[in-house]
């Protein structure tokens, strides 16, 4: 376990602790995380952070992320090219793209059959192990150690990292990163999970989505738009994003934590519709339950 005493993203060395957390998908575990704020910039963290190596056993083999292909995944091509995007990412055939995270390479999969150059890094071994028996380019380890190993010549298009910057611990060093290998005309795509969201708020630590302690970071607009302010990069798009069964299961949570109604009563009320018509109402107003930002170059937006 590593003691901060900055704020990870802005530096500030005005933190302070604000509530204890338990692991969010073992809710009947001891409080055994500490959570800190940053009363400068609002950061959210872990703090004490543990390490990759304490982290480990969080991430089994069978971890979900691992996974080295989607379901169905010639209909999902097709569904891609059809719509010319995949994963709210136009489809950059002909390009290189990078991803930050990419665990066992399913996403990696259906882009290189889109006709994308791609390659990937994640400090997972089972799961790099399994993407480069499928026939991927990945790298075991963190995009630092990447860059310590291959430098920074060679650089890519696109760049994304989905759900991978809140469970970093240097989220300004690891955008900087990116940065560094990104194109002078490309952009990096970055998700993570909403805090500021009705849900997060509501829930604290028990939002299936805060995911204590594998996420140690939690992001808002406000802090992630800083972070890549730190990194030295500009935003050229953002947004918010809410997948309809994640909205159902966060009401399901909010109806058994407030009034104790059990999940399976809970989600017979929500309806494929009405979460569909609910996600897309958050998302008008940008308090959707993940934040979608992209990054870019400042000269880029001259």
């Given at each position: 376990?590593?003691?901060?005493?900055?704020?990870?993203?802005?530096?500030?060395?005005?933190?302070?602790?604000?509530?204890?957390?338990?692991?969010?998908?073992?809710?009947?575990?001891?409080?055994?995380?500490?959570?800190?704020?940053?009363?400068?910039?609002?950061?959210?963290?872990?703090?004490?952070?543990?390490?990759?190596?304490e982290l480990i056993p969080y991430y089994p083999p069978d971890y979900l992320c691992y996974n080295t292909r989607v379901e169905d995944e010639e209909q999902?091509?097709?569904?891609?090219?059809?719509?010319?995007?995949?994963?709210?990412?136009?489809?950059?055939?002909?390009?290189?793209?990078?991803?930050?995270?990419?665990?066992?390479?399913?996403?990696?999969?259906?882009?290189?059959?889109?006709?994308?150059?791609?390659?990937?890094?994640?400090?997972?071994?089972?799961?790099?192990?399994?993407?480069?028996?499928?026939?991927?380019?990945?790298?075991?380890?963190?995009?630092?150690?990447?860059?310590?190993?291959?430098?920074?010549?060679?650089?890519?298009?696109?760049?994304?990292?989905?759900?991978?910057?809140?469970?970093?611990?240097?989220?300004?060093?690891?955008?900087?990163?990116?940065?560094?290998?990104?194109?002078?005309?490309?952009?990096?795509?970055?998700?993570?999970?909403?805090?500021?969201?009705?849900?997060?708020?509501?829930?604290?630590?028990?939002?299936?989505?805060?995911?204590?302690?594998?996420?140690?970071?939690?992001?808002?607009?406000?802090?992630?738009?800083?972070?890549?302010e730190v990194a030295g990069l500009e935003i050229r798009r953002q947004s918010t994003y809410s997948f309809p069964g994640a909205l159902g299961f966060s009401l399901c949570l909010r109806w058994r934590h407030r009034?104790?109604?059990?999940?399976?009563?809970?989600?017979?009320?929500?309806?494929?519709?009405?979460?569909?018509?609910?996600?897309?109402?958050?998302?008008?107003?940008?308090?959707?339950?993940?934040?979608?930002?992209?990054?870019?170059?400042?000269?880029?937006?001259?």
């Amino acid at each position: 376990m590593q003691q901060l005493t900055n704020c990870p993203v802005c530096n500030s060395q005005n933190i302070r602790f604000r509530n204890k957390a338990g692991t969010s998908d073992a809710p009947k575990e001891p409080l055994k995380w500490s959570l800190f704020g940053c009363d400068d910039c609002g950061l959210g963290f872990l703090n004490p952070q543990p390490t990759w190596e304490e982290l480990i056993p969080y991430y089994p083999p069978d971890y979900l992320c691992y996974n080295t292909r989607v379901e169905d995944e010639e209909q999902v091509v097709e569904e891609a090219k059809r719509r010319g995007e995949y994963r709210h990412i136009p489809i950059p055939v002909g390009k290189r793209l990078l991803d930050v995270g990419c665990g066992g390479g399913s996403f990696l999969q259906v882009l290189k059959k889109l006709g994308v150059e791609v390659k990937g890094v994640d400090p997972g071994v089972s799961a790099t192990a399994a993407a480069r028996d499928s026939g991927l380019d990945v790298f075991t380890g963190t995009l630092e150690e990447y860059i310590a190993q291959h430098g920074t010549d060679e650089k890519f298009d696109v760049i994304t990292c989905s759900h991978v910057l809140m469970a970093t611990p240097s989220p300004t060093q690891t955008l900087d990163c990116m940065r560094q290998l990104l194109a002078p005309n490309g952009y990096i795509w970055v998700a993570v999970p909403n805090a500021d969201c009705e849900s997060a708020r509501l829930l604290g630590w028990r939002w299936h989505s805060a995911y204590f302690p594998r996420n140690i970071i939690q992001f808002t607009p406000k802090t992630l738009s800083k972070a890549g302010e730190v990194a030295g990069l500009e935003i050229r798009r953002q947004s918010t994003y809410s997948f309809p069964g994640a909205l159902g299961f966060s009401l399901c949570l909010r109806w058994r934590h407030r009034w104790f109604i059990p999940h399976k009563i809970s989600s017979r009320l929500l309806s494929e519709n009405y979460l569909k018509r609910a996600a897309q109402e958050l998302d008008s107003r940008g308090e959707g339950e993940a934040i979608l930002m992209e990054f870019c170059h400042p000269q880029s937006l001259d």
